[in-house]
């Protein structure tokens, strides 16, 4: 099986900074896009921003200029950088992946297990 671990969540003060990353690792073939995602209380869950096997990137509008995906393709690893970070930006983090693996014929997509991030006023 497959297994995706984020660290790097915490408490921050607004307009200050966090760097998450999110490690895979199993029988893995290879990993197509990569991505996080966020849930605040009472919300559904949102794509902040992906990344593409080629480095392709997409942000959802709320975190452009602010926050930066990037992944290491040899550690199976996506890191999100987030600068200048708002109370707003208050949530659970999840990563996300689609991965092939050994024996398996197919991309399954997988998720941590979630990492809280607060940014206090």
């Known amino acids: 099986q497959v297994q995706l671990v984020e660290s790097g969540g915490g408490l921050v003060q607004a307009e200050g900074s966090l760097r998450l990353s999110c490690a895979a690792s199993?029988?893995?073939?290879?990993?197509?896009?990569m991505g996080w995602y966020r849930q605040a209380p009472g919300k559904q869950r949102d794509m902040v921003a992906s990344?593409?096997?080629?480095?392709?990137?997409n942000y959802a509008d709320s975190v452009k200029g602010r926050f930066t995906i990037s992944r290491d393709n040899a550690k199976n690893t996506v890191y999100l950088e987030m600068n200048s970070l708002k109370p707003e930006d208050t949530a659970v983090y999840y990563c996300?992946?689609?991965?092939?693996?050994?024996?398996?014929?197919?991309?399954?997509?997988?998720w941590g297990q979630g990492t809280q991030v607060t940014v206090s006023s």
């Open positions: 199993g029988n893995i073939v290879s990993i197509n896009s």
């Open positions: 996300n992946a689609e991965i092939l693996l050994y024996g398996s014929g197919y991309i399954g997509r997988y």
């Open positions: 990344i593409t096997s080629s480095r392709w990137t």
